[in-house]
T-cell receptor, first 110, second 114 residues
Framework: QKEVEQDPGPLSVPEGAIVSLNCTYS??????FMWYRQYSRKGPELLMY????GNKEDGRFTAQVDKSSKYISLFIRDSQPSDSATYLC??????????FGAGTILRVKS | ETGVTQTPRHLVMGMTNKKSLKCEQH?????MYWYKQSAKKPLELMFV???????ENNSVPSRFSPECPNSSHLFLHLHTLQPEDSALYLC?????????????FGSGTRLTVV
């Protein structure tokens, strides 16, 4: 079993849709949870991060962590074509290196 | 220059060639990383340098040789590579010991081995 599972997609949605991206994990020691966005021909950039369980909102983006289910989500409201990218989840225990998911390709069609 | 800079952006090399990838970070971070990114696979951590000392080597073949001459520069020396080594090689940096600020990545070097 992989430490972090993420559906590679691609996920295609119309402009304005609500997008839900998800990861599951197996290591209960993970405390920090992140989402990176990677545009074509670019490196990943940190989009959001949360510590332990709960929600965090930043504009159109909401990150959710459910540690009891070992499940994290990223929601994008009012999706735009500029949101088309690969989204990678990443997580770590305290002081440890990040473990990444495979990334989900998102395509938002205008 | 800001952030993490990688050169070259693209590299095509034969299996008998020797080449080097370069990474420079302008963030004052104390840790640097090499990752390999292949299609539909998670990022594979190759090497970690903390305060210029290699602290991790994830069973990477010896045809990949890292070098960290100072806290701002990281190299990946390549020799006698195989076609399956073709991938995007990403460099990242972070500041250890000050909470979790995440990693800052460069744009990567797209390597093709022919």
């Amino acid at each position: 079993q992989k430490e972090v599972e993420q559906d590679p997609g691609p996920l295609s949605v119309p402009e304005g849709a609500i997008v839900s991206l998800n990861c599951t994990y197996s290591n209960s020691a993970f405390q920090y949870f992140m989402w990176y966005r990677q545009y074509s021909r670019k490196g990943p950039e940190l989009l959001m991060y949360t510590y332990s369980s709960g929600n965090k909102e930043d504009g159109r983006f909401t990150a959710q962590v459910d540690k009891s289910s070992k499940y994290i989500s990223l929601f994008i409201r009012d999706s735009q074509p500029s949101d088309s990218a690969t989204y990678l989840c990443a997580m770590s225990g305290y002081g440890n290196k990040l473990v990444f998911g495979a990334g989900t390709i998102l395509r938002v069609k205008s | 220059e800001t952030g993490v800079t990688q050169t070259p952006r693209h590299l095509v090399m034969g299996m008998t060639n020797k080449k080097s990838l370069k990474c420079e970070q302008h963030l004052g971070h104390n840790a640097m990383y090499w990752y390999k990114q292949s299609a539909k696979k998670p990022l594979e951590l190759m090497f970690v340098y903390s305060l210029e000392e290699r602290v991790e080597n994830n069973s990477v073949p010896s045809r990949f040789s890292p070098e960290c001459p100072n806290s701002s520069h990281l190299f990946l020396h390549l020799h006698t590579l195989q076609p399956e080594d073709s991938a995007l090689y990403l460099c990242a940096s972070s500041q250890l010991g000050q909470g979790l600020d995440g990693y800052t990545f460069g744009s990567g070097t797209r390597l093709t081995v022919v």
